[in-house]
């Protein structure tokens, strides 16, 4: 038992996500896009319902498109975990105007709170600054939490924050990715033709 | 036609089709377009660890504003099969180049059984899969196939076949 998360998973995200002005959001599918939603739905929140490991990848391709813009992944361990191989990805692609912020509760909460890696052995920042992020950070009460909130839309920041396995209710943001890909192109100002 | 001339028409025709991010896990047959990304400063040429993280990246650029392409080969469309969803369900268009192995005089066997199954798996997935057997038409294939793939916001990939490549020849 390495991981004795005791934070609150929407009170995290609704501090991280505070004030997001322009922040460029996408999240991880399961309880993140669900945290992300009850912190306040909006245009620049991109929620993954599946393409489960791909959250940290979109935030890639949106932050090299959108070089002058902050962008945000906030995913689960189980999610990052998936995906492991793209932070040695980013870090290869070097993009500045990216963070990924993991909440890590070391379970697999969607499908009946199975132990995790991080549970067992993995630390996901360690495995990032070993694929060559320079900066990682791990954050186990809320004064940590807020500190990370500034460092998450100006450095190139790979966080953890170890959270309480304890399951909320389901907050469901729109799952139909052609509308939430038609308005967060649209909140963008890209032409849709 | 030379190796070299009908990718350098390839290229010439993603840079067309407004292309700006080339992602790729490397291969012999995608060596010159690879190099001509790299060499490119409007494009952005990622290095990838698996072959899925190349569409999700294209769903970010798409996100923001921006085309993608994913350069691969016929061994990593397995990787890819549940990340096509990505594009699928959000109407995103998605445009792979995909070099065939296991079909064409090949030499290792493990190659063969993804090669064999690359077009059922991809139609299986609902990707649109054209192909390229000659050099004179591999540039056609792929400007028509981003057409459909940007201006129709489906999922296209296109198989440049073995006989096209070249089978890689191992030294014995």
Not at chain 1, 2 to 13: D, M, P, Q, W
Not at chain 1, 79 to 102: D, H, Q, R
Not at chain 1, 145 to 151: I, N, W
Request: net charge neutral; charged share 15%.
């Amino acid at each position: 038992m390495r991981n004795a998360g005791t934070l609150e998973r929407r009170a995290v995200a609704a501090a991280l996500l505070r004030d997001p002005g322009d922040l460029l959001v996408v999240t991880g599918l399961g309880a993140p896009s669900y945290d992300a939603a009850a912190a306040g739905d909006r245009p620049l929140n991109f929620y993954l319902w599946g393409a489960m490991g791909g959250a940290a990848m979109v935030g890639l391709g949106l932050a090299l498109a959108q070089p002058d813009r902050r962008v945000l992944v906030l995913t689960g361990d189980g999610e990052m975990l998936m995906g492991m191989g793209s932070l040695a990805t980013i870090a290869a692609a070097g993009a500045a105007n990216l963070a990924i912020a993991v909440l890590d509760n070391a379970r697999f909460g969607e499908t009946g709170s199975q132990h995790s890696h991080t549970e067992l052995t993995t630390d996901l920042a360690a495995v990032a600054a070993a694929c060559g992020w320079s900066a990682t950070a791990t954050a186990q009460d809320m004064q940590q939490v807020e500190a990370l909130r500034p460092r998450l839309r100006r450095e190139a920041l790979f966080a953890v924050i170890r959270i309480s396995p304890a399951e909320l209710p389901r907050y469901l943001p729109p799952r139909d990715g052609a509308y939430l890909n038609d308005r967060f192109r649209r909140a963008l100002g890209i032409r849709v033709e | 036609m030379s190796q070299s001339a009908w990718q350098a028409q390839v290229y010439a025709e993603l840079k067309q089709a407004h292309i700006s991010q080339v992602s790729y896990v490397p291969d012999a047959g995608h060596a010159p377009l690879i190099e001509a990304a790299q060499a490119d400063p409007a494009m952005r040429a990622v290095v990838l660890t698996t072959e899925e993280e190349g569409i999700a990246l294209a769903a970010g650029a798409w996100l923001g504003g921006q085309r993608a392409v994913l350069l691969m080969q016929s061994s990593g469309v397995g990787n890819c099969i549940n990340m096509l969803s990505l594009p699928a369900n959000c109407r995103m268009p998605f445009l792979a180049l995909v070099t065939m192995r296991g079909e064409w005089a090949e030499f290792n066997p493990w190659q063969v059984p993804m090669g064999a199954a690359t077009p059922a798996v991809l139609t299986a997935v609902g990707v649109h899969v054209r192909r390229a057997d000659r050099p004179d038409e591999a540039a056609e294939v792929v400007a028509a196939s981003a057409a459909l793939a940007f201006d129709s916001a489906v999922s296209v990939a296109v198989l440049f076949s073995q006989r096209l490549i070249g089978a890689k020849v191992f030294a014995k």
